[in-house]
């Protein structure tokens, strides 16, 4: 008898790379909750048992032991009549290694399958671990309904999805280790419609939760019908199990309406998403909490509230540190900062290592001219105080530098740079003036620290400055942080030509400043600590640039190839030489 309904289950999770035990141990209280909600399947995120993406570790013999063995075990536990599980793992099969998704019921591995399109760019690199599989044909679920199951990037491409449809399949069950950047959830969204459309299927698309390094995750997982429509919106940045009901129609299958969840966008989805990378860096590190200096400026104090926000007030410690050129009004704002925030407040003062460090140097630097030195000399004294406190103490130090200091080598090397993440790593300078208003009035669903203003109005509007020198302001080494940053997002983010750049109504003499100062910069950015990715570019993953560069683009027009002087491109064997 063919059954007319199926009720699913979509668990939105958040694993942890290499926990494989811990992972396992997340399907089963997943699956619980399912049986208990009478569903008959439960689906997890890709590659859920090694968690997304495992890097290299997935080459390890061991580690694929692990994880093949975790689902032989939870297979073996589907013979309790409970629910069917999917879940993702890596397989080796016949000496080749494969990113893929697995039926489990009925006390046995009912069937596999492999993904096909293996993503090989920006933040992606599965070619280097993973074999591409064959087009698959859906999965039977329980003599009643064809499952088809794209997996991630299969569904970026028309190809996977049209051989499911023309093999009979009924639903398209997506599993995803999709990481946020700016503007992806629409992205996903108008790519799952396309599928929907093109093949006439409904569509589970559900993705991982949680920070993984650099990467994010944020859920905002969905199910759409073949008429488009939402059936269920998952939450962003929270994880959530979600049951859902099926039933079969005369035109096939269909999932009953069900919550559609708020969705954080724009600069709210950018700020949540760095709170939970912090967060989890912290937690499934294992640190205790987290160590920072704040310094009555803009950055340290954004950071000070995503800390507490991911944390908690009392696994955060802030430790001012002032010297002769660190003003009141700074001092003001930092204590007013701390107070708002609730966090364990310190002030060290640092004139005698800075001094110290000076005496040391006098014969070394005598008949020099006091300069950049010098004042990188109290931000290393800074660094080594807060690396002291975390290796005392424990807690990891927090590094504070935006994307528009990292762009320029605005920052000292093992001074402010010292640290063990940065969750504003990817925010340029005028972007993290624009969230420190935002959190002022509102904060992300679960954050943990207090309502209300938390950055001090005067940190938003006073100038910026590094306070290394007397009146020292930001502008007297960069251009404005307006200019700055649309250069450097032209640059970076979309690798422009500089004459392009200038026509936007730059002057080209600034351009070739920051160009020059983006490029000398790139050894600085080896060295720095992991941060968020939210921007199509972060410096990391996605952009890989030589430390020995002297490549300078001159600033002309785009040069138009002579093809008059191209014998043959792409005729291999075509040309005839004389010898």
Request: net charge negative; hydrophobic share 40%.
């Amino acid at each position: 008898m063919t059954a007319t309904s199926l009720r699913l289950a979509l668990a939105q999770l958040n694993p942890i790379v290499g926990d494989v035990a811990g992972n396992a141990q997340k399907v089963r209280a997943a699956r619980r909750e399912a049986a208990a909600g009478g569903a008959e399947l439960v689906m997890f995120p890709e590659l859920f048992l090694s968690a997304y993406p495992p890097e290299d570790l997935v080459l390890k013999p061991a580690f694929q032991d692990a994880c093949r063995k975790a689902c032989e075990d939870l297979a073996r536990e589907t013979a309790d009549g409970g629910p069917a599980v999917l879940v993702g793992l890596p397989w080796l099969e016949d000496g080749k290694l494969y990113n893929a998704y697995a039926l489990l019921d009925g006390g046995l591995i009912q069937s596999v399958r492999f993904k096909v399109d293996l993503p090989n760019y920006g933040v992606f690199d599965e070619k280097r671990v993973f074999e591409p599989g064959p087009l698959p044909g859906p999965v039977v679920f329980r003599n009643h309904v064809r499952l088809g199951i794209p997996i991630c990037e299969d569904i970026w491409g028309e190809e996977v999805v049209e051989c499911i449809a023309e093999t009979g399949g009924e639903i398209l069950l997506v599993p995803n280790g999709s990481p946020f950047r700016r503007g992806v959830i629409e992205e996903r969204l108008n790519v799952a419609v396309a599928r929907v459309v093109e093949s006439g299927l409904p569509m589970v698309y559900l993705n991982q939760l949680g920070g993984q390094d650099e990467l994010v995750f944020e859920g905002a997982s969905f199910v759409l019908n073949a008429d488009r429509s939402f059936a269920h919106q998952l939450p962003a940045f929270r994880e959530a199990i979600r049951i859902t009901d099926w039933e079969r129609g005369p035109d096939g299958w269909r999932c009953l309406p069900g919550e559609v969840a708020p969705v954080e966008a724009g600069d709210e989805a950018d700020y949540a998403a760095c709170v939970l990378g912090l967060r989890d860096y912290v937690e499934k590190n294992r640190f205790p909490g987290v160590v920072l200096g704040l310094s009555g400026g803009i950055d340290s104090a954004i950071c000070a509230a995503m800390a507490v926000d991911a944390l908690g007030a009392e696994r955060v410690r802030c430790v001012m540190m002032p010297y002769r050129f660190t003003s009141q009004e700074s001092l003001d704002d930092a204590k007013t900062c701390a107070d708002a925030l609730g966090v364990r407040y310190e002030i060290v003062p640092i004139a005698d290592p800075v001094e110290g460090f000076e005496a040391a140097l006098a014969e070394l630097f005598a008949g020099t001219n006091r300069g950049i030195t010098e004042e990188n000399l109290q931000s290393r004294v800074r660094g080594t105080l807060l690396m002291s406190i975390s290796n005392k103490f424990g807690p990891m130090v927090v590094t504070t530098g935006n994307k528009s200091e990292m762009s320029c080598g605005y920052a000292t090397l093992y001074g402010d740079m010292n640290g063990g993440y940065n969750p504003i790593k990817d925010l340029y300078k005028t972007e993290v003036f624009r969230l420190s208003a935002l959190r002022n009035r509102w904060k992300p669903a679960g954050a943990l620290g207090p309502d209300g203003e938390v950055i001090p109005e005067n940190i938003i509007v006073k100038p910026p400055s590094a306070e290394l020198r007397e009146n020292q302001k930001d502008q007297d080494s960069l251009p404005p942080y307006d200019v700055l940053d649309d250069i450097l997002a032209c640059l970076i983010e979309h690798e422009m030509r500089l004459s392009d750049i200038v026509a936007r109504g730059h002057d080209l003499e600034t351009v070739q400043k920051v160009e020059r100062l983006l490029y000398l910069a790139e050894y600085k950015r080896r060295q720095a600590a992991p941060g968020v990715k939210v921007t199509r570019k972060n410096f990391g993953r996605d952009r890989r640039y030589p430390i020995v560069n002297r490549f300078r683009d001159p600033g002309e027009p785009a040069h138009e190839p002579d093809r008059s002087l191209v014998k043959g491109v792409g005729k291999a064997g075509a040309e005839s030489f004389d010898f």
